[in-house]
């Protein structure tokens, strides 16, 4: 049993660093729009501000869990710490849905008593500030997943990315606001922010949840690990295929079927070479191979009935 890349320094280097420049970039965002929800008065800005509050709460969480998800296996954790990543995304969760319930109630406040918003230029400025930050910011995060599969970047990226869309929100409702006098858009726009940040949230969820529940891998990538041990015309048949993902890491486990009369070392050969494949095919998996005589299975079957 062996662990591949992206097991190894320079993953857990990228998932560290975008774990603390999402912290920075919250920092800095939390700063510019409290100043500006202060001078705009936009609930609108408020909505995102709330949103970059936990934005900031959660990448600081997220970072705490990176670390504790990268520490190696030990004694009391055979199969490693990756699982905190999952527990990190569910937080992440938590602090998302009160963003958006506490958005929603403000909304729906100023639905019914409009007030107009001030100082929309500096609004707007600050805005595409956050904007470009959060572009650069989302670009590093997709780099370093496609190159680590990491859940906990995956699920910060994911409410970055949907930062994004508020942003572009918040300009629309200061411009419709405080040029044109359609003070309620400021608060529509509130509640399409506030819809954003649950949509981000479930996701997050449904994402953590399959790894805590050791969801398998979907059916393409189980029919390619088939294939793979059935490229070698050795292997007779497959069976008992379990697969489940924990943090970066992920564990597949089968047994296939030899040639009875075949020596244990042709065996061990075989079956070294069919565990490369697979962890060349699924970089960071953990690969456990048994081998079974052919036709031992059905014997088995058939002696339990």
């Keep these: 049993m062996t662990m591949s890349a992206p097991a190894n320094g320079k993953a857990h280097r990228l998932m560290r660093r975008a774990a603390l420049a999402a912290v920075c ?18 609930v609108a800005m408020l909505g995102t501000l709330m949103d970059s509050l936990l934005d900031g709460a959660a990448s600081l969480l997220n970072l705490v869990a990176v670390r504790a998800s990268l520490m190696p296996p030990d004694k009391e954790h055979r199969f490693g710490h990756g699982k905190a990543e999952a527990l990190a995304g569910l937080g992440q969760a938590i602090f998302i849905f009160g963003s958006a319930g506490y958005l929603v109630y403000e909304s729906v406040s100023r639905l019914i008593e409009p007030r107009p918003v001030a100082s929309t230029d500096a609004g707007i400025a600050v805005v595409i500030v956050a904007i470009l930050l959060t572009l650069a910011l989302v670009a590093y995060q997709r780099r370093v997943v496609r190159e680590t599969g990491s859940l906990a970047i995956e699920a910060d990226s994911i409410h970055y990315r949907g930062d994004l869309f508020m942003n572009l929100s918040v300009i629309a409702a200061l411009v419709l606001s405080g040029y044109f006098g359609l003070h309620r858009a400021d608060a529509i726009f509130g509640l399409v922010i506030a819809g954003l940040i649950g949509w981000s949230a479930g996701k997050i969820v449904m994402n953590s949840l399959d790894q805590l529940m050791d969801r398998e891998f979907t059916d393409e990538e189980r029919r390619r690990i088939m294939h793979i041990a059935h490229s070698r015309k050795e292997v007779l048949s497959l069976h008992d295929l379990k697969t489940r993902r924990s943090g970066i890491y992920s564990f597949i486990q089968f047994h296939i079927e030899l040639d009875g009369a075949m ?43």
């Design 263 to 305: 020596s244990l070392h042709d065996a061990h050969e075989i079956t070294d070479a069919v565990e490369r494949e697979v962890r060349e095919a699924f970089p960071g998996s953990e690969v456990i191979i048994h081998q079974d005589p052919a036709g031992a299975e059905k014997l088995s079957k058939f002696q339990l009935s």
């Design 25 to 42: 970039v919250a920092v800095t965002l939390v700063v510019l729009k409290a100043a500006v929800f202060w001078m705009t008065g936009s």
